[in-house]
């Protein structure tokens, strides 16, 4: 019986599609009957949160899993811990989902492991790329040896498959440097016997099917090599679809999405195929502009990335560390790639940039242990950036725009990217600052028109108040930029309160000439709202004294989300002119 063991890809520049931080060697996991048995990752709809991971007890007993412990990464310590009390039946699961699963498998592709309480290994496997279309990755039968990808999800179900059919994982180089040598390594899995890999290709930006144009590999215990012999000119894309023989001679087919499917359809359909274009010299490192503000709100931290690349980025993310002794930890990061959502929303994650939420992530140290918030007021957060390109290539970049690359490939040397992992002297860094806090917001709501309208204010900030102004509409109850009072400029300022007078102030309409009456026009509801503003941000608050909105853009920030509030007048405070 064939057991799945994903390799990596091994040529000159061949790199892996996944990404892997840690250089951990683990031991051989020792036997047991509660095992890795299903895990999922990437759900085709990006609102429905949490990967997810399945253990199996084979045994015949009840077990106590209390304490176990399942990480992404080849060392489980560091990983989830299962709840005290935890156990499985006899020939029974346990599922364990986000958020409560405090690990995330990556949809790149990743180790997964189980430990016991100890941290000794108990099982190891290789979780290849997601499919993204709502399968798992599962052993089929439960317990069993073969491990297939694109499987139907049965959380805390009988894992569902045919372990005839082979099951395939590709890896290669999507945009080798022209002239050097391919080779594509295709890992299976299945209960037959294989007896050849192959791949059938065609050249040029019309790839058509000729059964000539085969090469077959070189089979491992539960992998092949196929070399791309003399396919690998300069901006010639090479397209193939794979072949699996087995030794009953049934043959199986698959395109770009690794499934099985009918010749037929393949040959007739290159735009199905794998394909990889060869460039002229290498790919140049993506170009990056970060937009971060040094001085951020708390709990409103944004990092914006603009890059650039020549081929796809594939991941661009921020690893963070806090406090004044910031050291590398693999769990504390953010998934840029990850940041998309349905509408699409600005900010998602494109090919040019995204914008990254900061805000409110547990900071782990190197046991798991939560020791700190990305959000606490004061606290010094150090972070970089790493782009993945789909050619696996990942480029660091420190605070000076300098890039580190690290190619994946296992002949090649990392010591670069680690040393610049260990040495957070040369990341960027922000300090989180406490917002400003309004304690009184008072005013009266049905003044009479001939009444002062006085909006009394108290408020407190670290940071030095230049402004507390009162901006206000009429009939329209939209944002008209001159409709505004400056209490700044009120003999009543302070740096801990203002008194502002609203009364007999003109109102315009959105085209800044028409006049729409007073503030104290009589039946007018006159909707308005506070602005504090220090050097660096801008706050919003309702007559609750409720912070609505942040703008650090005056610091050069990334986070603003001003323009929505000032957009709905429904969130403002009101009061009507008798």
């Known amino acids: 019986m064939k057991k799945l063991l994903f390799v990596f890809a091994v040529a000159a520049m061949t790199i892996t599609g996944c990404v892997n931080d840690d250089t951990y060697v683990p031991p051989t996991p020792e036997a047991g009957d509660v095992v890795l048995n299903e895990i999922f990752s990437k759900h085709p709809d990006?609102?429905?949160?949490?990967?997810?991971?399945?253990?199996?007890?084979?045994?015949?007993?009840?077990?106590?899993?209390?304490?176990?412990?399942?990480?992404?990464?080849?060392?489980?310590?560091?990983?989830?811990?299962?709840?005290?009390?935890?156990?499985?039946?006899?020939?029974?699961?346990?599922?364990?989902?986000?958020?409560?699963?405090?690990?995330?498998?990556?949809?790149?592709?990743?180790?997964?492991?189980?430990?016991?309480?100890?941290?000794?290994?108990?099982?190891?496997?290789?979780?290849?790329?997601?499919?993204?279309?709502?399968?798992?990755?599962?052993?089929?039968?439960?317990?069993?040896?073969?491990?297939?990808?694109?499987?139907?999800?049965?959380?805390?179900?009988?894992?569902?498959?045919?372990?005839?059919?082979?099951?395939?994982?590709?890896?290669?180089?999507?945009?080798?440097?022209?002239?050097?040598?391919?080779?594509?390594?295709?890992?299976?899995?299945?209960?037959?016997?294989?007896?050849?890999?192959?791949?059938?290709?065609?050249?040029?930006?019309?790839?058509?099917?000729?059964?000539?144009?085969?090469?077959?590999?070189?089979?491992?215990?539960?992998?092949?090599?196929?070399?791309?012999?003399?396919?690998?000119?300069?901006?010639?894309?090479?397209?193939?679809?794979?072949?699996?023989?087995?030794?009953?001679?049934?043959?199986?087919?698959?395109?770009?999405?690794?499934?099985?499917?009918?010749?037929?359809?393949?040959?007739?359909?290159?735009?199905?195929?794998?394909?990889?274009?060869?460039?002229?010299?290498?790919?140049?490192?993506?170009?990056?502009?970060?937009?971060?503000?040094?001085?951020?709100?708390?709990?409103?931290?944004?990092?914006?990335?603009?890059?650039?690349?020549?081929?796809?980025?594939?991941?661009?993310?921020?690893?963070?560390?806090?406090?004044?002794?910031?050291?590398?930890i693999k769990a504390n990061k953010v998934?840029?790639?990850?940041?998309?959502?349905?509408?699409?929303?600005?900010?998602?994650?494109?090919?040019?940039?995204?914008?990254?939420?900061?805000?409110?992530?547990?900071?782990?140290?190197?046991?798991?242990?939560?020791?700190?918030?990305?959000?606490?007021?004061?606290?010094?957060?150090?972070?970089?950036?790493?782009?993945?390109?789909?050619?696996?290539f990942e480029y660091y970049y420190d605070k000076d725009g300098n890039v580190i690359l690290d190619d994946t490939s296992i002949v090649t040397d990392d010591a670069a990217s680690d040393a610049f992992k260990a040495d957070a002297t040369q990341w960027n860094t922000y300090t989180n600052k406490a917002t400003v806090t309004v304690s009184s917001f008072d005013f009266p709501v049905n003044p009479a028109a001939t009444d002062d309208i006085n909006v009394v204010l108290a408020y407190a900030s670290n940071e030095t108040i230049l402004e507390a102004r009162i901006y206000y509409a009429g009939s329209e109850g939209l944002y008209v930029k001159p409709n505004k009072i400056k209490g700044e400029d009120d003999a009543s300022f302070t740096q801990t309160g203002v008194t502002v007078n609203m009364r007999d102030q003109d109102v315009l309409k959105a085209d800044e000439t028409t006049l729409d009456g007073t503030t104290s026009t009589s039946g007018a509801t006159i909707k308005f709202y506070v602005r504090i503003a220090t050097a660096t941000s801008e706050y919003y608050f309702t007559k609750d004294g409720g912070l609505m909105a942040v703008d650090d853009s005056p610091a050069d920030g990334a986070y603003d989300s001003s323009d929505a509030f000032k957009g709905d007048s429904s969130q403002w405070s009101s009061y009507t002119v008798q």
């Open 46 to 328: 990006p609102t429905v949160e949490g990967d997810w991971v399945e253990l199996f007890n084979a045994g015949d007993i009840e077990a106590d899993i209390s304490g176990y412990l399942i990480n992404d990464a080849a060392d489980p310590a560091g990983g989830f811990v299962i709840p005290e009390g935890t156990k499985i039946a006899a020939k029974g699961y346990y599922v364990v989902t986000q958020p409560e699963l405090t690990v995330s498998i990556s949809s790149g592709g990743e180790d997964v492991s189980l430990g016991d309480p100890e941290g000794t290994l108990i099982d190891l496997i290789y979780c290849p790329k997601s499919q993204a279309d709502g399968t798992s990755f599962s052993r089929i039968p439960d317990g069993g040896d073969v491990w297939i990808n694109g499987t139907e999800a049965t959380p805390g179900a009988t894992n569902i498959g045919d372990a005839t059919t082979p099951s395939i994982s590709v890896d290669y180089n999507v945009a080798p440097a022209a002239g050097e040598t391919i080779e594509m390594v295709i890992d299976f899995a299945t209960s037959e016997t294989v007896n050849e890999v192959a791949v059938f290709y065609a050249t040029g930006d019309a790839p058509a099917y000729d059964a000539n144009n085969k090469i077959v590999g070189t089979i491992a215990a539960d992998s092949a090599v196929v070399t791309m012999t003399d396919l690998n000119v300069a901006s010639e894309m090479v397209s193939f679809f794979v072949a699996i023989t087995l030794d009953n001679s049934d043959v199986y087919y698959y395109g770009k999405d690794n499934k099985s499917a009918e010749a037929t359809t393949l040959t007739a359909d290159a735009s199905l195929w794998h394909a990889y274009t060869p460039i002229a010299g290498s790919v140049p490192a993506p170009t990056l502009a970060l937009t971060y503000s040094a001085t951020p709100t708390e709990g409103y931290e944004t990092i914006t990335l603009a890059y650039t690349a020549e081929i796809d980025i594939v991941e661009a993310r921020v690893y963070f560390a806090a406090g004044d002794a910031p050291v590398y």
């Open 335 to 392: 998934k840029g790639e990850d940041v998309i959502n349905t509408p699409a929303l600005p900010g998602d994650f494109t090919q040019t940039g995204v914008t990254i939420s900061m805000a409110n992530l547990d900071v782990e140290d190197a046991a798991g242990a939560v020791v700190g918030n990305s959000s606490d007021a004061g606290v010094k957060i150090s972070f970089y950036i790493r782009i993945a390109l789909s050619n696996g």
